[in-house]
């Protein structure tokens, strides 16, 4: 079977660190799906406009094409535990396939163009397989059981603006600022850089929204310690 791309991601998230881990744990993440002709036609999206979420079938695109593993370490649970492909999430797959569920704050126009998304997950520029519609009285599995370490969600962290980068964020749109404190607080760090006097001294940075933002984690609390636009001081 040959498959196209229905549609690209446009999303804050210009780097693959800091995307969070799932969907839905950034609300302030914004971004559109537009769709590609010949799928921008109106009549394809007819009935979304009353949709609250959608399944997104994507492609890791900026995963090497058939590099799969039919083991993976999560980085979730410290990178110390293997888990068959199959029942984990990571990028490294046969098909290379994801799936997100969206979102659907509104349709593009003019219509057909596409759809307005929020809860991203996705990198900007992923491809787009296709497009369905969350059924909750079907889909929705309070009861159901994930595999072993993906019970609960981590709590998030404590985030914290240094007296420079807030006045670097002046600047910044409240949303983004939201985005940037969302992303922190949801932890990108693989488990295995969570712990120990190394993380103590270790700054992570990442891109996000046009910005390059730095940040250090103490316990439970990050401190954001610069932000500025990309490219500066590059």
Known sequence: MQMSAIATVRSDFTDRFGIPRQPGLVPASRGEIVMTPPYDDPDALRGLENCSHV?????????????????VRPPRLGGNRRYGVFATRSPYRPNGLGL?????????????????????????????????PYLPAIEARPDATPPA??????????????????????????RQQQL???TIAADPRPAYQTGGDTAVHRTYGMRI????VKWRVHDDT???EAIQPAGEGD
Do not use: C
Request: no cysteine; glycine share 10%.
């Open 149 to 174: 370490g993906f019970e609960t969600v981590p709590p998030p962290l404590t985030v914290v603006w240094s007296q420079p980068a807030r006045t670097q964020a002046e600047t910044l749109a409240p």
């Open 55 to 71: 399944w997104v079938i994507f492609g890791f695109h900026a995963t090497e094409p058939g590099n799969w593993r039919p083991t």
């Open 209 to 212: 929204a046009g910005h390059e």
């Open 222 to 224: 990050a401190t954001i």
């Open 100 to 132: 997100s569920l969206l979102t659907l704050t509104g349709l593009l126009t003019p219509a057909g163009r596409g759809l307005a998304v929020a809860g991203l997950d996705l990198l900007d520029g992923t491809p787009v397989y296709d497009l369905k």
């Open 180 to 182: 940037v404190e969302e």
